[in-house]
């Protein structure tokens, strides 16, 4: 298991955490838990992710939560995507 700590600017409560937990979920699957546990912090708008780093790696992670709308580290929000999260979450 691999344990990083991500900036994520937009992290401002618990539903755009959810937004970034949901997400995560798509990717994992019965058999393979890939993204093994989330620690958001909303003070300090960062996230402690625990994931199975023979299954994905740093970059996929920030890649998944730039395509829910919210930069992960120096990786942008796909275009389009923040228009879509909740008022509190831009």
């Given amino acids: 298991m691999v344990t990083v700590e991500i900036s994520i600017p937009g992290l401002k409560n618990p539903d ?3 937004i970034i937990q949901n997400n995560f979920n798509k ?3 019965p058999k ?3 993204v093994q546990n989330v620690e958001f912090d909303f003070g300090t708008r960062t996230a402690l992710i ?5 299954h994905t ?3 996929n992670i ?3 939560i730039a395509e829910v709308g919210f930069q992960a580290d120096d990786v ?9 999260l909740p008022e509190g979450c831009r």
């Fill in 76 to 84: 942008a929000p796909f275009p389009g995507t923040q228009e879509k």
């Fill in 27 to 29: 990717y994992n699957t």
């Fill in 57 to 59: 790696a740093l970059r």
């Fill in 50 to 54: 625990t994931y199975d780093g023979r």
């Fill in 16 to 18: 755009c955490g959810t």
């Fill in 62 to 64: 920030q890649h998944w």
């Fill in 32 to 34: 393979i838990t890939i």
